[in-house]
């Protein structure tokens, strides 16, 4: 499964023909102090390097809107839904690109304005069937769309995700767009298809003289940054929560195949007493080395076989759990690509090599007479069964000691104070055309049972904010600020605590006005009071404690906060659209309340699909890469310690039939259960002491270091680690007693009988 999922995640876009020679258009805006990057250009730099740039084969422009979008079918208007998956693409997009079209001529499907192609999943959800050429949608219930196509659902491990794909040309029939500010725009993904043999560097350099003689905002300021299409994935991190640890995968999961080649060959060598004397049978009767050794060979690379077929028959059936599990979503088809089939070819391989080689040499080298001994195997033979066993616990009870430190994190996020009351509050974004009628809404809302306040800012918290260029007093260099547009009722619904509380209540009448944040003191290098200082044409009106407005994984920046008062939001509600903030009470029965908040909503807008987020789950987000991580090692460190008590029980039974004889011999003379348990037990219960003083500084190094990403932490307590030593020599004397408890009550008249 690791290897799915790691083949999936390197192998973004690698199936388009010219993958290799693609590159994706990013712009580096240096403003002075700081640099902002930005995947856009705009609609006149595509067209314009393609001519002026001899390098270029072909470029492709795509538009996405920032908000979702209503699509519904035109003849039956109740097939409504809101799509993230609509793109504005320049007429080339399927030639460019090696999206399939299952109707429709590349060539000509996104020629016409007003033509869109839409996926095999669209043409389901709104037709109900692939024959939709020639028929319509209708766009943000404004215009309509033929379509023209149909596609192939893009692959999962596409970074280009559509459902919609309409001609750029459409753009310039829309009444929302000017098509003389279109070129001015910096809002279009831009590619480019070098040809065979040239350099992206050129490319680049071609982009800079350009948007220097175009002479904007965008001049000597911006630099471009060409990446491989097969990159993009990787290098900006579209989903982090997946990329983050996508390289600790691998190495997890390569320990765990080592945990059980590790049991297979210190059972294969522990066994080789009882199959000394059939291969001293076989070197007498004129078997050579090489002989004993392909039968060895053979007979691992059989069980390997079978483990792998049981093992791919597991995938196929728990594949759907898995990935649920890690909260991501691989096409099941991807089970049967080429490259993941070679790469389970490739680890079979090396699986029956190193399952074969330790005991094939150590078996194969024995003397025929020594083979007929009764215990022809050497010392260095139990040397290394010890030695495996305290690598096997080691690496178990590393896994546990991360594992504890990781949810222990986890906790720590979930309860640490940031400075906010998330509790029961439901965020539900709206669009502009909503915004009109937000006065009305709100005061529709207040008369509803459990809802306790309401609120209205730009962007719901922990998915969004605006960025400010300032100027800070006495610097020459302008700095980017993180900016909340919020409306007066924010502070007090989110429970934010002053510092330095406004003198004025009705400072937000004053649109210049501005909160800060403590950071932002620092960061603007203002004096401990910053009460009525100036930043541009800004005064600082209040100063609110710090609070977590983003990631906690990372230390609280300075932020401006623009409290509006109704007369601004109203104008800035209706030409963006918002958020509007819910707080619930406590006892309120919440599907009720969404239930009424939803039929409100449809009633001033029911046009637009009702969302909503709860703040609590919105801000657990933030933190979905380090809990996938947990997840992970959880599941793994179950394995290991499976695999080790496997490992550590077929060893006990094997030294118990060994000494069934001894252990008969000392209960005749009087011996105890509790000493014949002693007698099988107490060695691994040494070499369990010893893998934990081995595996508890690397585990501790380990957690240390990573710890040390977040800039609010949990500590390296030290009953994590008195926790994981207690619980692994549970796990073992469990797994040791049963078997040693057995051989101990066993009748020793039948254990001596053949005496």
């Known amino acids: 499964m690791i290897v799915l999922y790691v083949g999936h995640e390197s192998g973004y876009d690698q199936f388009h023909t010219n993958a290799g020679r693609i590159y994706w258009i990013q712009t580096k805006i240096k403003l002075t102090?700081?640099?902002?990057?930005?995947?856009?250009?705009?609609?006149?730099?595509?067209?314009?390097?393609?001519?002026?740039?001899?390098?270029?084969?072909?470029?492709?422009?795509?538009?996405?809107?920032?908000?979702?979008?209503?699509?519904?079918?035109?003849?039956?208007?109740?097939?409504?839904?809101?799509?993230?998956?609509?793109?504005?693409?320049?007429?080339?997009?399927?030639?460019?690109?090696?999206?399939?079209?299952?109707?429709?001529?590349?060539?000509?499907?996104?020629?016409?304005?007003?033509?869109?192609?839409?996926?095999?999943?669209?043409?389901?959800?709104?037709?109900?069937?692939?024959?939709?050429?020639?028929?319509?949608?209708?766009?943000?219930?404004?215009?309509?769309?033929?379509?023209?196509?149909?596609?192939?659902?893009?692959?999962?491990?596409?970074?280009?995700?559509?459902?919609?794909?309409?001609s750029l040309s459409s753009m310039l029939s829309m009444k929302e767009e000017?098509?003389?500010?279109?070129?001015?725009?910096?809002?279009?993904?831009?590619?480019?298809?070098?040809?065979?043999?040239?350099?992206?560097?050129?490319?680049?350099?071609?982009?800079?003289?350009?948007?220097?003689?175009?002479?904007?905002?965008?001049?000597?300021?911006?630099?471009?940054?060409?990446?491989?299409l097969s990159e993009v994935h990787l290098s900006t991190g579209i989903d982090t929560a997946n990329l983050k640890y996508l390289k600790v995968f691998p190495y997890v999961a390569a320990l765990v195949l080592l945990l059980a080649l590790i049991n297979y060959i210190s059972l294969s060598t522990a066994r080789?007493?009882?199959?000394?004397?059939?291969?001293?049978?076989?070197?007498?009767?004129?078997?050579?080395?090489?002989?004993?050794?392909?039968?060895?060979?053979?007979?691992?690379?059989?069980?390997?076989?079978?483990?792998?077929?049981?093992?791919?028959?597991?995938?196929?059936?728990?594949?759907?759990?898995?990935?649920?599990?890690?909260?991501?979503?691989?096409?099941?088809?991807?089970?049967?690509?080429?490259?993941?089939?070679?790469?389970?070819?490739?680890?079979?391989?090396?699986?029956?090599?190193?399952?074969?080689?330790?005991?094939?040499?150590?078996?194969?080298?024995?003397?025929?007479?020594?083979?007929?001994?009764?215990?022809?195997?050497?010392r260095g033979g139990i040397t290394a069964r010890k030695a495996f066993t305290v690598f096997q616990f080691g690496i178990a009870i590393a896994f546990i000691i991360c594992g504890i430190v990781m949810q222990k994190q986890l906790r720590f996020f979930r309860h640490m104070d940031t400075g906010i009351n998330r509790e029961n509050v439901v965020m539900i974004p709206f669009s502009k055309a909503m915004g009109r009628y937000i006065p009305a809404f709100k005061n529709d809302l207040r008369s509803i049972p459990g809802i306790k306040d309401l609120s209205i800012a730009l962007h719901p918290l922990y998915k969004g904010y605006d960025m400010m260029g300032i100027t800070p007093p006495g610097a020459s260099q302008m700095i980017l600020m993180p900016t909340l547009n919020v409306d007066q009722h924010f502070i007090s619904l989110m429970k934010l605590k002053w510092k330095i509380p406004p003198a004025d209540p009705f400072y937000f009448k004053d649109r210049n006005n501005i909160v800060i944040n403590e950071s932002a003191i620092e960061k603007l290098n203002l004096h401990e009071n910053p009460m009525h200082e100036k930043v541009d044409q800004f005064r600082i009106a209040g100063v609110l404690k710090d609070f977590n407005w983003s990631s906690p994984e990372y230390k609280i920046a300075g932020l401006f906060i623009s409290v509006m008062g109704s007369e601004d939001s109203a104008s800035l509600w209706t030409g963006k659209g918002g958020c509007l903030y819910t707080k619930l009470s406590a006892g309120a029965h919440i599907p009720a309340v969404l239930d009424q908040l939803k039929a409100?909503?449809?009633?001033?807008?029911?046009?637009?699909?009702?969302?909503?987020?709860?703040?609590?789950?919105?801000?657990?987000?933030?933190?979905?890469?380090?809990?996938?991580?947990?997840?992970?090692?959880?599941?793994?460190?179950?394995?290991?310690?499976?695999?080790?008590?496997?490992?550590?029980?077929?060893?006990?039974?094997?030294?118990?039939?060994?000494?069934?004889?001894?252990?008969?011999?000392?209960?005749?003379?009087?011996?105890?259960?509790?000493?014949?348990?002693?007698?099988?037990?107490?060695?691994?219960?040494?070499?369990?002491?010893?893998?934990?003083?081995l595996a508890a500084p690397v585990a501790w190094l380990l957690m240390n270091r990573w710890l040390q990403n977040f800039a609010y932490r949990t500590s390296l307590d030290w009953w994590v680690f008195l926790v994981t030593i207690l619980s692994i020599i549970t796990i073992a004397l469990i797994t040791v007693s049963y078997q040693a408890i057995k051989a101990a009550i066993a009748n020793p008249i039948k254990s001596l009988r053949s005496e």
């Open 33 to 166: 102090a700081d640099s902002l990057f930005m995947p856009y250009l705009n609609y006149a730099a595509g067209p314009a390097a393609g001519k002026t740039d001899p390098t270029i084969e072909s470029f492709l422009r795509l538009r996405k809107d920032p908000e979702n979008v209503i699509i519904q079918n035109k003849e039956q208007p109740s097939l409504k839904f809101s799509e993230s998956k609509f793109l504005f693409a320049d007429s080339n997009f399927f030639r460019f690109f090696s999206f399939p079209l299952l109707q429709g001529s590349k060539t000509q499907v996104l020629q016409q304005p007003m033509s869109v192609v839409i996926s095999q999943n669209a043409a389901r959800k709104y037709f109900g069937s692939m024959n939709v050429i020639g028929k319509l949608i209708r766009y943000n219930n404004l215009y309509d769309f033929v379509v023209t196509g149909i596609a192939e659902n893009p692959p999962s491990n596409s970074s280009i995700d559509f459902d919609f794909v309409a």
């Open 178 to 228: 000017d098509p003389l500010a279109l070129s001015e725009k910096n809002e279009f993904t831009t590619y480019f298809l070098l040809r065979p043999g040239s350099n992206i560097h050129h490319v680049e350099n071609t982009l800079f003289q350009i948007a220097k003689q175009q002479d904007n905002s965008a001049g000597p300021t911006s630099r471009y940054i060409g990446i491989p």
């Open 600 to 693: 409100e909503y449809n009633k001033y807008d029911p046009a637009s699909p009702f969302e909503y987020y709860f703040m609590d789950d919105t801000f657990d987000a933030l933190y979905k890469a380090e809990s996938r991580l947990a997840n992970i090692l959880t599941a793994f460190t179950s394995l290991s310690i499976l695999i080790a008590c496997l490992g550590l029980l077929g060893l006990v039974t094997f030294i118990a039939v060994q000494k069934t004889k001894e252990i008969g011999v000392r209960k005749v003379l009087g011996a105890s259960i509790l000493s014949i348990w002693n007698l099988l037990s107490k060695e691994y219960l040494v070499l369990i002491a010893v893998a934990f003083l």
């Open 272 to 378: 080789s007493a009882l199959r000394a004397k059939e291969l001293g049978v076989r070197k007498v009767l004129g078997a050579g080395r090489k002989m004993l050794a392909i039968q060895l060979f053979i007979e691992s690379a059989l069980y390997t076989a079978f483990a792998f077929v049981l093992a791919y028959l597991l995938c196929l059936y728990a594949e759907p759990f898995f990935f649920h599990f890690l909260q991501i979503s691989i096409d099941h088809s991807f089970l049967y690509d080429g490259r993941v089939l070679i790469s389970f070819a490739a680890l079979f391989v090396i699986t029956v090599l190193l399952a074969f080689f330790y005991p094939s040499i150590l078996l194969s080298a024995f003397k025929p007479i020594t083979m007929f001994r009764a215990k022809p195997v050497k």
